[in-house]
């Protein structure tokens, strides 16, 4: 059973940074496609970033465009999601998730992911 793990997540001024973390508990090459969703309470779960492993193609929602950097370190069996100018509507739980194997060129819907991480915290607040 494939685990992830999320770390990284804490309160932040607006137009500060965090970084968040996901660890596999498998081999993160192994790994098709992973992503990073963000959930606010009462609201639908949202694609944030992904990246694809095989071709290393990254994806952005639109509104953290130029903002947000999704990379992966799979010596350390990790991904990571780079946040700057974080604003308030950023605040929410955010999640990682990973797909193992290539089914179709999806991305950014839930059920395009196999694997979920416990989630992580991020409060943008002045």
């Known amino acids: 059973q494939v685990q992830l793990v999320e770390s990284g997540g804490g309160p932040v001024q607006p137009g500060g940074s965090l970084r968040l973390s996901c660890t596999a508990s498998i081999h993160s090459f192994s790994m098709f496609l992973m992503g990073w969703f963000r959930q606010a309470p009462g609201k639908e779960r949202e694609f944030v970033a992904a990246?694809?492993?095989?071709?290393?193609?990254?994806y952005y929602k639109d509104s953290v465009k130029g903002r947000f950097t999704v990379s992966s370190d799979s010596a350390k069996n990790t991904v990571y999601l780079q946040m700057n100018s974080l604003k308030h509507e950023d605040t929410t739980a955010y999640y990682c998730?990973?797909?193992?194997?290539?089914?179709?060129?999806?991305?950014?819907?839930?059920?395009?992911?196999?694997?979920w991480g416990q989630g992580t915290q991020v409060t943008v607040s002045s």
């Open positions: 990246i694809r492993r095989s071709d290393s193609n990254l």
């Open positions: 998730a990973a797909r193992r194997f290539f089914t179709s060129n999806a991305y950014n819907a839930q059920n395009s992911y196999d694997y």
